[in-house]
């Protein structure tokens, strides 16, 4: 059992050299997001919250465009293997689509409706909080944020190709660089240094703006500047046509894989929205507790990567009993990883959330919540590597029932009963519905243990 989980130092070589590019990428940025949060929440709790529910309506369209983008990048991966530029030029033009495709959709809904939006998440509490004012604050962040919807989609689909194509050192350079972009210029304009106005949320949604667009641009200047590491850019804007047999391919496979990040991020939206019944004080501490998670999450979510671009250039390569070996062994050490920085994530607990301006209310709960993320850590990082597992063998369609699905039918339904029609505290109904995910654990290994996402979609 010990040899069938735990790998040789060539595996861990590999391992390492996908995994820590994307994870030191993923933690900085997610540690400025943290720095990002606790600089608007200095400003106070209403601020906090009127940008925290902008970024998870938001949420939903990062998701739409990582979930576009993945139904190509399942053939970007398997061309690779299969060292076929050509393909990964047609992979590539198929993402150019979609990211703008999604970029139209979702900034006709934010201008139309996203007050509306944002209006469903304000709540009465306990703590008497300003919720006309936490609209104010959400239209005004919302206004600035839509800016940063084009240089996203475009970073995303030249960052995720060369993901896909080995090159993961370049997009975490870029990233490191934008985050610090970020974290300057929130500084500044946030709280009104070296001379510039104090803006509040406003200072910080053009500290992003401006960090997506420094992103973007290093991330497609290497790409053109390095035509060798990066031939598939060779005769890319030549012409924009696409082979009708591999878009049909990607249609098939892929909007499943769009449907379900579409349907999960807005289902995560849902649930937040049902916690917000509890009051404006549950959707700090929620927001607290998310931002904090999503920095140790980083080790499960970086693993997830790792998976799909392994798993998927053996199953290019032909290399099916080698790509189930390692798979399984990737899995073992996502949670053993994911055990150990729980631990940490436990301990630090009842720390962090005394960082912020808030009420005490608000610091207790956020820490409350801490813990039940730290449990599931371990349980989370088993689900999210066999998704992508799954997915990596084009598993599209059990993918979307085991992600969305599970989400739509199982967790919504109890996040809604207990918050609509029982009085139950918000500490307990967010422990029912995040234990909820053991279920969906056990569903996991039995999918991956009946072998059909063994299969090479590249062969001919």
């Given at each position: 059992?010990?040899?069938?989980?735990?790998?040789?130092?060539?595996?861990?070589?590999?391992?390492?050299?996908?995994?820590?590019?994307?994870?030191?990428?993923?933690?900085?940025?997610?540690?400025?997001?943290?720095?990002?949060?606790?600089?608007?929440?200095?400003?106070?709790?209403?601020?906090?919250?009127?940008?925290?529910?902008?970024?998870?309506?938001?949420?939903?369209?990062?998701?739409?465009?990582?979930?576009?983008?993945?139904?190509?990048?399942?053939?970007?991966?398997?061309?690779?293997?299969?060292?076929?530029?050509?393909?990964?030029?047609?992979?590539?033009?198929?993402?150019?689509?979609?990211?703008?495709?999604?970029?139209?959709?979702?900034?006709?809904?934010?201008?139309?409706?996203?007050?509306?939006?944002?209006?469903?998440?304000?709540?009465?509490?306990?703590?008497?909080?300003?919720?006309?004012?936490?609209?104010?604050?959400?239209?005004?962040?919302?206004?600035?944020?839509?800016?940063?919807?084009?240089?996203?989609?475009?970073?995303?689909?030249?960052?995720?190709?060369?993901?896909?194509?080995?090159?993961?050192?370049?997009?975490?350079?870029?990233?490191?660089?934008?985050?610090?972009?970020?974290?300057?210029?929130?500084?500044?304009?946030?709280?009104?240094?070296?001379?510039?106005?104090?803006?509040?949320?406003?200072?910080?949604?053009?500290?992003?703006?401006?960090?997506?667009?420094?992103?973007?641009?290093?991330?497609?200047?290497?790409?053109?500047?390095?035509?060798?590491?990066?031939?598939?850019?060779?005769?890319?804007?030549?012409?924009?046509?696409?082979?009708?047999?591999?878009?049909?391919?990607?249609?098939?496979?892929?909007?499943?894989?769009?449907?379900?990040?579409?349907?999960?991020?807005?289902?995560?939206?849902?649930?937040?929205?049902?916690?917000?019944?509890?009051?404006?004080?549950?959707?700090?501490?929620?927001?607290?507790?998310?931002?904090?998670?999503?920095?140790?999450?980083?080790?499960?979510?970086?693993?997830?990567?790792?998976?799909?671009?392994?798993?998927?250039?053996?199953?290019?390569?032909?290399?099916?009993?080698?790509?189930?070996d390692e798979d399984t062994k990737l899995i073992a050490f996502s949670v053993a990883l994911c055990f150990a920085v729980g631990l940490v994530m436990a301990m630090l607990a009842p720390l962090i959330p005394q960082i912020y301006n808030t009420t005490d209310t608000v610091k207790r709960l956020a820490s409350a919540l801490l813990l039940v993320s730290a449990a599931m850590m371990p349980v989370n990082a088993f689900t999210n590597s066999a998704y992508f597992t799954l997915r990596s063998g084009g598993k599209t369609v059990i993918t979307f029932v085991f992600d969305c699905v599970f989400v739509w039918?199982?967790?919504?339904?109890?996040?809604?009963?207990?918050?609509?029609?029982?009085?139950?505290?918000?500490?307990?109904?967010?422990?029912?519905?995040?234990?909820?995910?053991?279920?969906?654990?056990?569903?996991?290994?039995?999918?991956?243990?009946?072998?059909?996402?063994?299969?090479?979609?590249?062969?001919?």
């Amino acid at each position: 059992m010990l040899k069938k989980l735990v790998g040789d130092r060539a595996f861990y070589r590999k391992l390492f050299a996908i995994m820590t590019p994307v994870l030191i990428q993923n933690v900085i940025t997610n540690f400025v997001s943290l720095l990002d949060n606790i600089m608007v929440g200095q400003v106070g709790t209403e601020p906090m919250s009127g940008v925290a529910i902008v970024n998870q309506l938001l949420f939903v369209f990062n998701l739409c465009i990582f979930g576009g983008l993945a139904g190509a990048g399942i053939f970007t991966a398997q061309f690779y293997g299969k060292s076929d530029d050509e393909g990964i030029r047609n992979t590539f033009r198929i993402k150019l689509y979609i990211a703008a495709g999604s970029v139209v959709l979702f900034l006709a809904l934010f201008l139309s409706f996203g007050e509306q939006l944002i209006a469903l998440f304000l709540h009465e509490g306990q703590e008497n909080l300003n919720l006309e004012a936490t609209l104010d604050y959400g239209r005004e962040y919302l206004a600035v944020m839509l800016v940063q919807t084009v240089p996203f989609a475009m970073m995303q689909v030249y960052a995720s190709t060369m993901r896909e194509t080995g090159e993961t050192l370049l997009p975490m350079k870029a990233g490191i660089i934008a985050v610090f972009v970020n974290l300057v210029f929130n500084y500044i304009l946030i709280f009104g240094k070296l001379g510039a106005p104090a803006m509040g949320v406003v200072g910080a949604a053009i500290a992003t703006v401006l960090a997506r667009f420094v992103e973007c641009f290093i991330v497609m200047y290497w790409t053109h500047r390095h035509r060798d590491r990066c031939p598939y850019i060779t005769g890319a804007y030549r012409s924009l046509k696409v082979p009708t047999v591999l878009v049909k391919q990607v249609i098939i496979l892929g909007t499943p894989l769009l449907l379900n990040e579409i349907l999960w991020s807005a289902g995560m939206t849902v649930l937040n929205q049902c916690y917000s019944l509890r009051g404006l004080e549950v959707v700090s501490a929620v927001n607290i507790s998310t931002t904090v998670s999503n920095l140790f999450f980083c080790a499960f979510f970086s693993m997830g990567t790792t998976v799909s671009i392994i798993v998927g250039q053996l199953l290019g390569a032909g290399e099916l009993e080698k790509a189930v070996d390692e798979d399984t062994k990737l899995i073992a050490f996502s949670v053993a990883l994911c055990f150990a920085v729980g631990l940490v994530m436990a301990m630090l607990a009842p720390l962090i959330p005394q960082i912020y301006n808030t009420t005490d209310t608000v610091k207790r709960l956020a820490s409350a919540l801490l813990l039940v993320s730290a449990a599931m850590m371990p349980v989370n990082a088993f689900t999210n590597s066999a998704y992508f597992t799954l997915r990596s063998g084009g598993k599209t369609v059990i993918t979307f029932v085991f992600d969305c699905v599970f989400v739509w039918a199982l967790s919504i339904p109890v996040a809604f009963i207990l918050s609509r029609y029982t009085a139950m505290h918000i500490l307990p109904m967010y422990i029912v519905v995040q234990a909820l995910d053991i279920i969906k654990c056990a569903i996991g290994y039995d999918l991956l243990k009946k072998r059909k996402w063994v299969k090479n979609l590249v062969a001919d």
